[in-house]
């Protein structure tokens, strides 16, 4: 029997096959192949056991958060508390692309924002690039009917800092899920973690999976790869004159040119000179 894990606590997957919740443990000798099943798997059930028998090929994987499966990542991130980030947005994005994922980016706390010029230069600086903004407020509603939209059926990953209301997004799409909610500490400049595991929360044909948040992510690409999986970059950096261009010091770099025109935001740009000097060198440079 073919199933998907929609949950995992204590060592116990569960499982939802058939209309029904299946709580079960998975076979052992996965850990002797050095796998091991994680929240989005398709999987087969061994139905006189009660046993994960089985994980199917995945369309994708994700190892923070860990989860199969998704097709769809929504980057959340709050105007205030936590405050708006190109940085990390950008970071996000490239963690998509590095993992074959389409992304969109939702702001939420439109309420508590007034700066609503700042709110279309953020939606310019991404629309440049192809990527889709919504501005949304948890509160009051605004926005959110375009969102549930989105998940219709798709496997959607929201990813986000802690406090940026991931799960109040989750709620507000669908009461009936009620999620925890953190709270936003202004001692420690970020929020409390409530979301503590991996869920996958069915809806309109799909799944929303609610995910811990965390402060910061380190994408571990060499320049290189950074210069292939940049939003933006990936489809430009094809035509480069040099095969390994990384788009700072190079002459006819299709990058460079789009930025010259207009066509990539000094923004964008500022944030990948960034991230780029976190990584290191795939092969040493002459």
Do not use: W
């Amino acid at each position: 029997m073919k199933g998907r894990i929609v949950a995992l606590s204590c060592g116990i997957y569960s499982v939802e096959a058939d209309g029904k919740i299946f709580r079960v443990p998975a076979r052992g000798l996965f850990r002797n192949k050095s796998m091991k099943p994680i929240v989005g798997d398709s999987v087969e059930l061994d139905e006189k056991n009660l046993i994960i028998s089985d994980i199917c090929e995945r369309v994708s994987s994700l190892k923070r958060p860990p989860i199969a499966n998704i097709d769809q990542m929504l980057i959340v991130e709050s105007l205030v508390q936590p405050e708006f980030s190109y940085l990390l947005a950008f970071k996000y994005l490239t963690y998509a692309n590095m993992n074959g994922i389409k992304a969109k980016i939702i702001l939420t706390k439109s309420d508590k924002f007034e700066e609503k010029a700042q709110i279309e230069e953020i939606k310019r600086v991404f629309s440049q690039i192809g990527i889709d903004v919504y501005c949304i407020s948890n509160k009051t509603l605004e926005g959110l009917e375009e969102v549930r939209k989105l998940f219709a059926d798709h496997i959607t990953c929201l990813i986000g800092q802690t406090g940026v209301g991931k799960s109040s997004l989750i709620n507000a799409v669908d009461p009936n899920f009620d999620r925890a909610i953190g709270e936003y500490s202004q001692a420690l400049g970020r929020g409390k973690h409530q979301t503590k595991e991996v869920i996958l929360l069915p809806y309109q044909g799909g799944y929303i999976a609610d995910t811990p948040g965390f402060s910061s992510l380190d994408l571990n690409l060499f320049k290189e790869d950074l210069a292939k999986f940049y939003p933006g970059f990936e489809d430009r950096s094809l035509n480069c004159y040099f095969s390994n261009c990384l788009h700072i010091s190079e002459n006819r770099c299709v990058v460079k040119e789009a930025l010259a025109k207009g066509e990539i935001s000094q923004i964008a740009y500022d944030c990948y000179l960034k991230l780029s000097e976190e990584s290191i060198y795939k092969k040493e440079r002459f």
